[in-house]
């Protein structure tokens, strides 16, 4: 398992065992975290996950972890360092297709874990970030962009589109156009208008944030 360990385009550990509780010391002896959400049942067994994320903790660090708590009187007082977790790259495009999703999932904080702009430079550098965490900085990097909309005379239609779609939500996209007078083909427009003025101002910020 160990030279498995080495494998260069490693990421991710995981092990399926019966009686995850068993097995709890042994694995946590060797820092593999218990992960209950990926549980499973197999013909009415159940069985319990564990794995390690080799981007968090490299195999080296992973090496000198074990072999401190190899010569420790006490194992398990010997705590993996914090893991870094460095800012994640993201050409244009896919930044665009981040933030979309993260308008989508607005009201969703859940849903927001798993979008990559969690990892930007410009979430990571935000206020919000050490205080409240990584999603409630992008919560109000969102909103801060599309307040930059409703500034403009001209852009305040986006605005509206996008607010009452993803930031404060009607029932349905037909009531969001009703709400702000406009043809559903007009409403569409706008809400899409919105979008990608939104994109791009965050993409800028991103930019600006990765060359300081």
Known sequence: MVRHYFLPSLVYTFYACLDPDFWR??????????????????GGRVFGVYGHDWRAQPPLAWLELLGQREIALSPEAVRPPTPVVRP??????????????????????????????????????????????????????????????????????????VYHTYLQPAPTQEQAAELIDVPFSSYRRHLKAGMTRIADILWRAEVEKTET
Request: charge should be negative; hydrophobic fraction near 50%; aromatic fraction near 8%.
């Open 25 to 42: 010391p042994v694995f946590t002896y060797a820092d593999l975290a218990r992960l209950p959400e990926l549980d499973f049942e197999v």
């Open 88 to 161: 994640l790259a993201l050409n244009q495009a896919d930044f665009v297709a981040a933030v979309e999703s993260a308008l989508r999932d607005y009201t969703r904080p859940d849903m927001l874990h798993n979008n990559p702009l969690l990892r930007s430079h410009l979430v990571m550098q935000h206020a919000d970030y050490a205080a409240s965490g990584a999603v409630s900085a992008l919560r109000t990097l969102l909103k801060q962009a599309a307040e930059q909309l409703r500034a403009s005379p001209k852009e305040v239609k986006f605005f509206r589109a």
